[in-house]
């Protein structure tokens, strides 16, 4: 590797969050609505009651306020971002990153799909006043899959270049399972149109009962339920049938990567002996419908967005493919990296060379979703953090506690004197 020069060093990393979150303030979304859904707009937004802790107060107008956030991610040194959904959409009964109970009936899967459209269309206003620089992700409906397509040829026109957010379907849910035939059309509208598929961690657990254990049962159990639609889309010939399909794990972590791609290319190994395997009697047919292994489809098609990556997860960042990690902030939630981003790269990043650095703090979210480097460079330059801070290891000590709220900081020695 050729000798950087100091002018080299003092290059800034272009830091794109693959994993931001922006929705309206409630009252917002009205004017997104159709005028025959306005009463029970007001109805409904009259009886809502929010239920996160980091839209509430001043910490609220993060999610919709243009100016703050951005004067936020730049002090961060963060100069763009992905974007899913935080705040409730209207007439749904929880946020649209779990899991939902049914609708109750044909109107009001007709209204929730109305709010969403709203929130599309107040995401599409949001994005236009920081161009180039927020990949709005889109949501959709899996009970309407073609209202869904119509969705997903305006968001195309209208600039929407973050992709669509597929709603989980955990097991006993109203919606049939990923590997459904069901969601054929889905798929090869996605890939026709070239759309990136986003599964966020925790919309595809079951609903969370209401007590203390249900809640630590759902942190627990939310990353296997989010790892299933991998399984699920290699195994039922998803990604065989459109090689140019891209899906993104986000927020569920970066390790598991490694160790599932190992158990599923052993399982179709096995799948597909002819020695009488108790495996391929169960499933032989399904290892014939596949021309490569499963992690040769996730090097050609899968990326994880990394949301607050931590120390041992960039150790064994080769295992899930250092051109398929996207780091994320995870801004505005509580567990997030900000204010203290740059000391959460010092930590994680400190000992990796400067190439992958790029690749996994912007480069890999950019080839992806689309953002131009060119007009995002200039931008790193005022904001974004050198390559010499970056390379220099954060000491101990010397972050404030808050940032422990952060898994980013696992291993860290905040009491060190």
């Known amino acids: 590797m050729a000798e950087q020069t100091p002018a080299d060093r003092d290059e800034h990393y272009v830091v794109i969050s693959a994993d931001g979150h922006a929705g309206a303030d409630i009252p917002h979304y009205r004017p997104y609505l159709e005028s025959k859904w306005l009463d029970d707009f007001d109805a409904w937004a009259a009886d809502y009651i929010n239920p996160f802790e980091d839209l509430q107060g001043d910490d609220g107008s993060r999610s919709w306020d243009s100016d703050r956030r951005l004067a936020d991610l730049e002090a961060d040194g963060q100069v763009a971002e992905v974007l899913y959904p935080n705040t409730i959409p209207p007439f749904y009964p929880i946020g649209s990153l779990v899991a939902q109970p049914p609708p109750v009936t044909a109107l009001d899967a007709e209204r929730r799909w109305a709010g969403l459209q709203a929130h599309n269309r107040w995401l599409a206003d949001f994005c236009d006043q920081a161009p180039g620089r927020r990949g709005g992700i889109f949501q959709i409906t899996l009970h309407d899959l073609d209202a869904s397509i119509t969705e997903m040829r305006w968001a195309k026109d209208r600039g929407l270049f973050g992709g669509i957010v ?212 200039p931008l790193a330059q005022l904001h974004g953090p050198s390559v010499a801070q970056i390379a220099e290891p954060l000491p101990p000590g010397v972050v404030d506690r808050e940032a422990e709220r952060s898994p980013a900081f696992i291993g860290y020695n905040f009491d060190a004197a």
């Open 166 to 377: 597929l709603p989980g379907a955990p097991p006993g849910g109203d919606v049939p399972q990923l590997h459904d035939p069901y969601y054929e059309p889905l798929w090869q509208a996605c890939a026709d149109l070239e759309i990136v598929v986003n599964h966020h961690g925790g919309s595809a657990t079951p609903v969370m009962g209401p007590t203390g254990v249900d809640r630590v049962l759902f942190m627990l159990e939310s990353p296997f339920y989010s790892h299933r639609a991998f399984s699920a889309l290699v195994l039922s010939g998803v990604l065989e049938r459109h090689p140019n399909l891209h899906l993104v794990f986000t927020e569920q972590g970066t390790a598991w990567v490694g160790d599932e791609l190992l158990k599923l290319d052993y399982m179709v190994e096995r799948l597909a002996t002819s020695h009488g395997s108790r495996e391929s009697a169960w499933g032989r047919e399904v290892a014939e419908t596949l021309s490569l292994k499963p992690s040769e489809y996730w090097a050609r098609q899968c990326h994880v967005g990394s949301s607050f990556i931590r120390a041992h997860e960039v150790a064994d960042r080769a295992s899930a493919g250092i051109d398929r990690i996207m780091w994320g902030s995870d801004y505005p939630h509580q567990e997030g990296t900000g204010p203290y981003t740059v000391e959460a790269l010092r930590w994680v990043f400190s000992s990796v060379p400067e190439g992958e650095v790029r690749s996994m703090l912007g480069g890999n979210a950019a080839k992806l979703y689309g953002f131009d480097l060119d007009l995002l460079q």
